[in-house]
Each structure stands twice: as structure tokens, then as C-alpha cells.
């Protein structure tokens, strides 16, 4: 059976995410086991005492010139990590936490059937290190990445949209930085990695690459879910609107979690016009409730009537009963939607139904 590399698949091979929802899906590769041309050229290296045989691996679409161990140093490997190695049988592999042949060991490189340079990467004892450059048919780079010792800790590529992705440090690692450009280059979102699932966000207007917004996330780049300081800035960098979110309320189920009540506005916030005078200023706070067992009873926002000079409740409500501390999926929960004060919408059961209002 004949598969041959595309180009789209260096840039993917290369770039090892767990958790991103910025790359394609690998596309399946298998190399081709056909006749072979090693060049004995014996070389030393520093590595261990390794010395190297410089291998020619054909494809049906170019080949691969890289260099290998002629034997391996004795060493263990992490499970976690990708080894790289070569055999005559197998040919090139990968394996986790072991390896089968020759461990790749210096530069790799991969031109297409017409000698176009499409990959190079580096490699110390089956592991990459350091620089690894993709380029397309036409010699324009596509990605790019550095290696400390099988581990990426940056990475700028392009993806489907034709933007340009960077990841700067080790991936979704707290003081990690993720960039989107645009195809010409100019920054237009930010995400700097507090923890896992906290994540602070800037957006850049994307001609003149001033500040548009800035707030902090809660989730898996869960924009709609929000908390603490929020920014919004008109094109000359005046402040636009500014206020603060309730953190969010959630319950911790070991390596998952869930979002009880988010985006709940807390304090005074503020409307600006574009020449800097306010517009409009609101308060606002977080009701929250418990049963005795200290389960979540009901949560949501309130809004001060000035007219009234009362508190009323406005934005998205939830009620819970007592059986949320006991089995997360057997608790039943209702959602309410008002409007400064009044009912517009009700939910239960995963079905919403509007409430009508009378004249």
C-alpha cells in the first residue's frame, strides 16, 4: 500500500498538541519500504561518543537525508516521550518511552521529488532539539518550531484561515503565550496562560493594532465565560466600557469541572463615549445562596433601580436543588432569564420557554 507525504502533513508532524483546537487532525502517513541507499560516512559527534551513518530514505513524493547512531548509547527514556529512530525493516518510526533501531541523531532533512526543501529538523540521541523549519513547494515558510530536549516550547504557524499561530513557551503551561496574527502579520489576539483554565485575553483592532479588549476567561478558551476586571477600548485607546465580573461559581468533580453561574457583573460599570465623557453608569451585584448542606441553592445578577431605588434581578438565574452534592448528574436545576426585574424567559429540563408579558 502507497501513501506519500503531503506538505500540510510536515507542519502537522512536527507540532505535537494534546489539547489545541488550532491545528487539523494529523493526516495518516505511512513511509514507503522501498529501496535504500545508506552512505557509510562516519562522523563523530559529542553526544555520548555516538558516531553517525548518514542515511538516503526515498519516498513516492522525495525523500529524507538524516543521520542515525550506529549505536545507541545506553540511556532510558521517559514514557512520555517520543523517540525517534531507523531501522531496514521498519524504516523511520516513533515510539514512546523506547525505540527499535537506530536512534535519529543530527539533522533531518526532506526535499520533494523535484529537490524543493520542504523540512529540516534536528535531532539529539532520537529526540528533537532545537530548530525545525516547514516550508511549501514555492520556499515560503509555513511553521517553525523550537525543541529543548523532545519538549516544544515555541512554535508560530499558519493555520486553515490563513492566519499565523504562536505559542511561546511550553504549551497551555502556565506563563505560556498564545498570538494570532493576521496573514500580513499584524497582531490580533493574545492569550497569556495563568493555569489551565484561566486565561487572560486581549483583542487588537486589526488595522492599527491598538488595544479593543481586555478581560480574563475561565475555561478551555471559553470566551463567554468571564471574571474578574473587563476592558473595551475605542480605536483612538480611549476606554470605551469598564467594569468587573463575579468569579465564577463552579463544581470540581476531580479532573473535570462544571460552570454552575458565570458572566455575573459585580460593582459599578461604566459607558464611555469616544471623546472620553461617561455615557452611562450602572450598579450591579451577585446574589448567592446555599442549602444547609452548603450546596448551591440559587445564584444569579441584580441591578440597581434607580427609579426604584431597589435591587432587581436582572440577566440569567439558576436554582439547584440539594441533590447536586450527591450525584452531579442526577441534580436538577432551573434557569431564569430577566429583564430588569421582570421574567422573559424560564428553563428546566433543557427546554426554555418564553414568559409572556403583559402590556
Known sequence: MHRTLTEESFAAMRISFSLLYYLNDYLSRTWVLIAFAVFNIQSSVNAQNCTVSIVKYPYTNGFATFSVCNTNPIQSFAEDQTIHWYSTLAG?????????????????????????????????LGVQD??????????????????????????????????????????????????????????????????????????FFPISGNLKSECTTYGFGDSDCLLGEYREYYDNNQLKVSGKFYEPLVKDEGDLYDILCSNIKEGLWSWYNFDGTIDAQEKYRSYVSRWESGELKECGQMFWDKSESKWVKHGVWKSFDDGYSIHIENAESQSFKYSYGILIEHGEGGKTYEVQIDE
Open 92 to 124: 523511520l518510526k516513533s515510539t514512546n518511552g523506547g525505540c527499535a533501531g537506530k536512534l535519529l541523531h543530527g539533522l533531518y532533512q526532506f526535499s520533494d521529488e523535484n529537490g524543493n526543501l520542504i523540512e529540516e529538523t534536528n535531532y539529539t
Open 130 to 203: 532545537g530548530k525545525s523549519t516547514t516550508w511549501d513547494k514555492d520556499g515560503n515558510i509555513i511553521a517553525k518550531s523550537i525543541y529543548e530536549q523532545g519538549t516544544l516550547t515555541y512554535t508560530k504557524f499558519k493555520n486553515d484561515e490563513g492566519l499565523w499561530v504562536e505559542w511561546i513557551g511550553k504549551l497551555l503551561s502556565p506563563g505560556s503565550v498564545k498570538r494570532v496574527y493576521s496573514k500580513y502579520n499584524l497582531l490580533l489576539q493574545q492569550d497569556s496562560i495563568i493555569s489551565l483554565v484561566i486565561h487572560q485575553t486581549k483583542d
